[in-house]
């Protein structure tokens, strides 16, 4: 399901239109939340692989003791996998399998 039915062209083109009284639009209001949105979405979807790089560079390395890397590893791991499937939701299906495919050729 998508948040948005404008693509990032037409939030591009949307002018800011002013009522009488010096407010914006609903319209623009819901142009400018979905831009965000997706901004937001494609931040978490480029977040959601800082801790898979963390999970194989810098955990083993650390002082710490075997049961402590394990707890940390899951850690990372369940968050990255939170913050991607917030993404998906943000950001809808098709943009996901787009950056993906481009990321992971």
Known sequence: MRVCRHSAIE???IQTKFTP???RDKGDIKAVLCESMQKLG?????LSFLPWLAIFFVVPFLPLDIPQKTTLSVVLAVGAEVCFWISVVLL???IVTKYRRYLHP
């Open 92 to 94: 809808g299906k098709e």
């Open 42 to 46: 494609l931040f978490l979807f480029v």
């Open 11 to 13: 939030i591009a083109t």
């Open 21 to 23: 009284s010096g407010l």
